[in-house]
């Protein structure tokens, strides 16, 4: 049984990395079952057999990816001491993470983040617990007085995803920046004054 289990796991890692491919390259609307099927070398009943139908699969993508994201973030945070060194390595890994998984980034913020059926699914609670990191970070900042302990939790994720997710659908979109990386050090210290203690119209304690 565990070896029937572990060959349905690859079949279906192998399925989803060929719809990853093929919804990156084509859209979600123009992308055909079919082509997933040739290019993951299975049949289109073997896809049928293991999701419901095109949007399931579309949905599959970050229930695969987003564990993984978050198993190499905690991996890149580990001896980080302080919020605000956290808060840096967490920027950096979010515009690294699109960067080089660049066929991720054009589903998740083109194909996926739209369609409003998306905040019902496991996805978008696998990343939900992806930016609870960011969250706890700045719970700490908050201990620390690395940043306001009136600031919105929810806002704050909500500027910090925003605007990160903006400049990357930018880039998937005009080309530009060449990396969105380079806009690392800069975007660090716009959140950090933004949230921080002397932040833009923020209170001084």
Do not use: C
Request: aromatic letters at 12%; glycine letters at 6%.
């Amino acid at each position: 049984m565990n070896k029937i289990n572990k060959n349905q796991i690859v079949k279906r890692d192998i399925i989803i990395t060929a719809a990853l491919e093929i919804f990156a390259q084509k859209g979600f609307q123009k992308a055909r079952v079919t082509e997933i099927a040739r290019r993951a070398g299975v049949s289109e009943a073997t896809i049928y057999k293991e999701f419901k139908d095109k949007e399931d699969l579309l949905h599959a993508i970050p229930e695969k990816i987003m564990p993984e994201a978050t198993a190499e973030l905690l991996l890149h945070m580990q001896g980080i001491e302080g919020a605000r060194n956290k808060f840096r390595k967490f920027l950096w890994f979010y515009l690294y993470f699109f960067e080089k998984n660049k066929d991720w980034a054009t589903i998740v913020l083109l194909q996926i983040r739209p369609n409003p059926r998306f905040t019902q699914t496991k996805a978008y609670q696998l990343i939900r617990q992806f930016t609870r990191i960011f969250i706890n970070i700045l719970d700490e900042g908050k201990n620390e007085g690395v940043f306001r302990e009136t600031l919105d939790d929810n806002l704050a994720r909500h500027i910090f995803i925003g605007g990160i997710e903006h400049i990357t659908t930018r880039w998937l979109l005009l080309g530009k920046p060449e990396q969105i990386l380079d806009y690392a050090d800069e975007l660090f210290e716009i959140f950090t004054k933004a949230f921080g203690l002397g932040g833009y119209g923020g209170h001084t304690n």
